[in-house]
């Protein structure tokens, strides 16, 4: 794999995460980086590079996912939209996501997938309920959210999601055919540092305990390094719910709320399947219901979430004011 940064997260845009997608994000950071390779091929030999136009929102499916989302996303993030027409949520939340894709001008593309025409791609990404939002940026899979959003909050993701591609990936989010596509130049890779890449490299291959390891070892010389903490975060949050039998789990947690340890695995499971704000509510209600070390336990549980998903997220900012609530 080369190297890279290649989490499913990032530093300033995450969300949660399913096990079944991390093979699947692998796959397709090596065929990005394939894509790319091929360009930079055809430019040292003197071929005909100029891209050409893309479309900002297109339908796709199985047999055009390879070219319309992994191999695109080596130039633009790619959002990707699941819906089914069924979905009333996504009736009101595909209409916000267009507008705004044709609105940023070439620096996002939107991918629809309509879920029930496309089970294999829905399935890969671990999708359990629509309407689900993702972005694939050089191949790599940035879960973004899960329901329906209000533009304003769409808006935010969407701006931290280019911020990401730019910084973390190298991708300017400028599209042919959007203003100043063709001209755009991509901005400079950062040196990435071996102890940290070394670790996004074992995560990458499901390789958990090494990466809670490896990121361990960074910290232990870099306390600060922020890329580090939440690489730490997202492996032992994966760690914690590897094999785990979820209705076990969840029958567990509903025959016993005040159970602070069937709670924190629910809300474990809670945040890799995609119900962020179900996750935060449920420890947010265990915090406010217990007292002592349980009370504590919860509340370190529930700030270690909010590591995954990022301090600038809508729903942390709201879990924060609830949890301040039942504290204080």
Not at 8 to 32: I, T, W
Not at 146 to 152: D, S, Y
Request: proline share 5%.
């Amino acid at each position: 794999m080369q190297s890279r940064n290649s989490r499913l997260n990032s530093a300033a845009l995450r969300g949660a995460v399913d096990l079944a997608a991390v093979k699947a994000a692998g796959e397709a950071a090596q065929k990005a980086e394939q894509a790319r390779a091929d360009r930079a091929r055809q430019a040292a030999a003197g071929g005909d590079t100029a891209p050409a136009p893309y479309q900002l929102v297109l339908d796709v499916t199985e047999d055009t996912f390879e070219a319309e989302v992994v191999q695109r996303s080596a130039e633009v993030p790619v959002v990707v939209d699941f819906w089914a027409e069924w979905c009333g949520p996504c009736k009101q939340l595909s209409p916000i996501l267009e507008r705004l894709a044709e609105e940023y001008a070439g620096r996002i593309v939107l991918a629809k997938i309509d879920v029930d025409a496309n089970q294999l791609i829905a399935q890969q990404f671990g999708i359990q309920g629509i309407p689900a939002v993702m972005a694939v940026v050089a191949g790599q899979l940035v879960p973004l959210f899960q329901g329906a959003e209000n533009e304003a909050n769409v808006r935010k993701i969407l701006d931290q999601l280019i911020a990401v591609a730019e910084q973390r990936f190298g991708i300017t989010g400028l599209a042919a055919g959007g203003p100043g596509g063709e001209d755009a130049v991509q901005a400079p890779r950062v040196p990435s540092d071996p102890a940290l890449e070394a670790a996004h490299d074992a995560l990458d291959r499901g390789d958990l305990g090494g990466a809670v390891r490896a990121y361990q070892n960074v910290l232990s010389d870099q306390p600060g390094n922020t890329e580090a903490k939440l690489g730490l975060a997202q492996a032992q949050l994966l760690q914690r719910v590897e094999g785990v039998d979820p209705q076990q789990v969840r029958a567990a947690a509903a025959a016993g709320p005040g159970d602070v340890e069937a709670q924190l695995r629910a809300a474990d499971l809670d945040l890799v399947g995609g119900h962020v704000e179900d996750a935060f509510g449920r420890l947010v209600d265990t915090v406010g219901r217990t007292a002592g070390e349980d009370r504590d336990t919860a509340r370190l549980r529930l700030l270690e979430l909010f590591e995954v998903i990022g301090p600038e997220d809508p729903r942390v900012v709201a879990a924060r004011s609830a949890l301040a609530r039942v504290l204080f």
